[in-house]
């Protein structure tokens, strides 16, 4: 018995130095992006399945836009994510910074709308639409019909009972370039934006709401009836029962892209390539569509009846206007001084 005990426990000794490295072997990819219920559908529905496929194991880490962007900032040189999830606009500050690897040109990439495609080293995973969120009871109790352009923000109607996230929000920023450019100017000529903003807009304007959560309690609280406000965020709210609508402006809805990149100096550079592409995939691409609201960049993505009514899908990607966010991104901090000075005085 002894001998036996003692070859067992040699066995076991010489079989541990080779069972280490085996186990060391499985890698991890980091991926940044959004919390709250994009990180649960991650976690939940995404993660689970493409590490069981890739035999890698995904460490999320979430935190917003400006938030993430701020990370690879200061851990230039030793970066821990390996996948960037951003909005466009810091999507292309990220890129311009040199923090995102250029995109394997892969078969999938080539069935992506040609709105989604950034550039050569990031790339859109869904579309949401900037436009009006409302209440659609309020409205039908008013007789009132949807607003259909962004000049309609200034009717005085709406006095008290819209709000419009702060500039430092996208949706914000949109509002801001499409009021510029119903007044014949636009990102290289921002003045008559800030002009119809401060004088027509403002003056109805309850409060500049950035957060989602408190817009969504000034709906339910019906202390407003509408918002320029994102397709997605108007989809969430109206899954909880609440009757939220959502206008396309006939002057140009825009588009806001959820962007992914690879990052530069991953140890993990394949399974980054192949982690995109699988959030590509059109059937990933219509969970998406379902948890999210955002509309699928996949051309072959195919969405049911109730969804494809609300996101942007279809024909409506066709109609969703682009900004220029080269031009925005050099004079942002100067126009968020200047919406503090101006409109939110």
């Known amino acids: 018995m002894k001998r036996s005990s003692y070859a067992l426990a040699s066995t076991l000794l010489c079989a541990l130095p080779l069972a280490g490295p085996a186990l060391a072997q499985q ?7 959004y919390g709250g219920s994009f990180e649960t559908l991650m976690k939940e529905l995404l993660i689970p399945e493409f590490e069981k496929t890739h035999d890698v194991k995904i460490a999320f880490v979430p935190g917003n836009s400006t938030e993430n962007l701020a990370r690879l900032q200061a851990q230039k040189g030793a970066q821990e994510l390996d996948v960037v999830l951003l909005d466009d606009g810091p999507m292309y500050q990220t890129d311009a910074l040199g923090f995102c690897a250029p995109l394997a040109d ?55 009972i819209l709000s419009i996230p702060s500039i430092s929000n996208t949706y914000g920023l949109h509002a801001l370039v499409m009021l510029a450019r119903g007044a014949g100017g636009g990102e290289k000529d921002i003045d008559p934006g800030f002009a119809a903003m401060t004088k027509d807009v403002a003056p109805n304007v309850l409060v500049f709401e950035p957060s989602a959560g408190k817009m969504s309690e000034l ?18 709210l109206a ?107």
Do not use: H
């Open 219 to 236: 709906f339910q609280s019906e202390e407003i009836a509408l918002s320029v406000w994102g397709s997605g965020r108007t989809k969430s």
């Open 239 to 345: 899954d909880t029962g609440f009757p939220a609508g959502f206008a396309y402006p006939e002057d140009g809805a825009v588009a806001l892209l959820l962007a992914a990149c690879p990052v530069v100096d991953s140890d993990v550079p394949d399974e980054a390539q192949a982690f995109i592409d699988y959030l590509l995939d059109p059937e990933v691409q219509v969970k998406f569509a379902d948890a999210m609201g955002a509309g699928p960049v996949n051309t072959k993505s195919v969405l049911p009846a109730e969804l494809a009514e609300s996101l942007p899908y279809g024909d409506k990607i066709q109609s969703l206007v682009t900004v220029d966010w080269d031009t925005i991104n050099q004079n942002r901090d100067d126009w968020t001084q200047r919406w503090a000075r101006e409109v939110e005085r």
């Open 27 to 33: 890698k991890t990819l980091t991926v940044g992006g």
């Open 106 to 160: 892969t078969p999938i990439k080539k069935d992506v709308y040609e709105l989604a495609r950034i550039g050569k080293n990031a790339i859109g995973l869904g579309f949401v639409a900037t436009g009006f969120a409302y209440n659609k009871a309020w409205f039908e109790r008013e007789g009132w019909e949807p607003p259909k352009s962004w000049q309609d923000l200034k009717d005085p109607k709406y006095d008290q």
